[in-house]
Each structure stands twice: as structure tokens, then as C-alpha cells.
């Protein structure tokens, strides 16, 4: 009795494991999504009523969630202390430590903090249109990669398990 509880939860155990590796891709994509509708806020912000850029921030960050929010978040409370940081390495650092983000999500949104606050508004509107563009696309790849890997890693996972439990009876 003891043994098939022993390879039940085995077998489990690997199938969990498959199935958490899937959730994480399918959370990177929605991590992606995120961070692209809060680029699209702040772009909408802009082309509405071009807000200083503490108050644009503070804007997308009360109405993003996930990485969007804390990347805004993390920016208005570094703008106070811009005499220690510029705005630039404060979004360059703040981006960087998005886990949620791959490297090639970070890699886009990296420019807009050379952007942001210093240019007229039309081109900040650009730079914010253009990121989000690329953030859109690659959060497509991501999702296609997400269907295909996920079931991957799931069978991984099951088979993994059953494996082992074969391997132990």
C-alpha cells in the first residue's frame, strides 16, 4: 500500500512539475501584455492631456497591474531622488529588474527611459507607440511558443513521472 501511495505521489510530482513549467511560460506572455497595455496608458495620457512626467507615471501605475505597475511605481518614488540617479539609469535599473519580463521584453522597453520626460511630447508618443508595437509582436511569439512548449513540458512532466514510478515498482 505504501508503495503505490509512494509512486502516486511520484508520478504527481512530475506531472505538477510539467504543468508549473507551462504556467510560467503562459505568465511571461501575460507578464508581455501587461506591460504592453501600460505603455499604451501612458501613450493615451500623452496624447490626451501631456502630463509632467511624475504625474504620467502615477497615471499608468494606478491603472496597470503586473510589471507595468511596478515598473511606473518604481520610477515615480526614483523621480525624487533624481539629484543621486538620473531618470535614465533609474529606468534602465528598474527595467532590468523585471524577472517577469525575458530579455528581450527588457530589451525593448531599455530606450524609452533616454525618451521619456525629455523630448516634446509627439516623439515620447512615438517612442511609447513603437515599444508597445514591438511588445505586442513579441508577446504573439511568446503565446505561440507558450501552446506549443506547455504541452510539451506537460507530457515532460507526466511521462517523466511515470517513468520513475515504473523505474521504482
Not at 112 to 134: C, I, N, P, V
Request: proline residues 2%.
Amino acid at each position: 500500500m505504501i508503495h503505490v501511495l509512494g509512486a502516486a505521489l511520484v508520478a504527481a510530482g512530475g506531472a505538477w512539475m510539467g504543468f508549473q513549467a507551462a504556467a510560467g511560460l503562459r505568465r511571461n506572455v501575460e507578464a508581455v501584455r501587461q506591460m504592453g497595455a501600460g505603455l499604451a496608458l501612458l501613450e493615451r495620457e500623452l496624447e490626451l492631456c501631456a502630463p509632467p512626467l511624475k504625474q504620467l507615471l502615477n497615471r499608468g501605475a494606478a491603472g496597470t497591474q503586473g510589471p507595468a505597475a511596478a515598473l511606473f511605481q518604481g520610477c515615480v518614488q526614483g523621480i525624487d531622488c533624481l539629484a543621486q540617479e538620473d531618470f535614465s539609469s533609474l529606468w534602465r535599473r528598474l527595467v532590468q529588474e523585471l524577472e517577469e519580463l525575458n530579455q528581450e521584453g527588457q530589451a525593448v522597453l531599455l530606450p524609452l527611459g533616454d525618451t521619456l520626460g525629455r523630448y516634446e511630447e509627439a516623439r515620447q508618443r512615438e517612442a511609447l507607440s513603437a515599444a508597445r508595437r514591438r511588445l505586442e509582436e513579441l508577446a504573439g511569439r511568446m503565446e505561440e511558443d507558450s501552446r506549443r512548449l506547455g504541452r510539451v513540458y506537460q507530457v515532460l512532466g507526466l511521462s517523466g513521472g511515470a517513468f520513475l514510478v515504473i523505474l521504482l515498482l
